[in-house]
């Protein structure tokens, strides 16, 4: 007799917003420059995001700002991440680049930011307009991350 059956759902944390970013910026600089205009912290994570497969291995650098005070979570992911394979080629060059992306789906876009906690509405508006006010940023848009067939990428 079932008493008590656990879907993949149930492991998942849908308590978060997320914010597409355009830029053509290194990550640890657009994190600079996010810090200056959103009176952020972010800093790189000791950790990364890694995905294995049997072609190509990935590996998505991390930046996070952590607010005690607030039970906030802020991440900056690169959603593009080039693998430099080298080997014997049959063509003009000698290395071969595969390039991954975190969120498949949204491939033009350059950078998550996922913000963990309770937000308000009027909080991410201005944080977007914010963010669309670095002069080095294209643009920036929430994203519904339940239209994503790969947010469980972004669970870590």
């Known amino acids: 007799m079932q008493i008590h059956s656990l879907e993949l759902d149930d492991f998942s944390d849908d308590n978060y917003t ?7 910026l290194d990550e640890y600089k657009l994190a600079y420059l996010l810090n200056q205009n959103l009176e952020t912290r972010f800093t790189r994570a000791n950790y990364n995001l890694d995905f294995e497969n049997k072609n190509n291995n990935a590996s998505f650098s991390i930046y996070e700002f952590i607010n005690p005070k607030f039970s906030h979570n802020w991440f900056l992911i690169s ?3 080039t693998n430099h394979i080298e080997g014997v080629s049959l ?5 071969n680049e595969i390039t991954t992306y975190l969120i498949p789906e949204k ?3 350059d950078y998550f930011l996922k913000l963990e906690g309770d937000f308000e509405y009027e909080y991410i508006v201005k ?10 940023v294209i643009t920036s848009y929430t994203i519904d991350p339940n239209l994503l067939k790969s947010k469980e990428f972004l669970i870590f």
């Open 18 to 24: 997320l914010i597409g970013i355009h830029s053509t």
């Open 79 to 81: 959603n593009q991440y």
């Open 91 to 95: 063509g003009l060059f000698q290395t």
């Open 107 to 109: 491939k033009k876009v």
């Open 127 to 136: 944080t977007v307009d914010e963010i669309n006010k670095i002069n080095q």
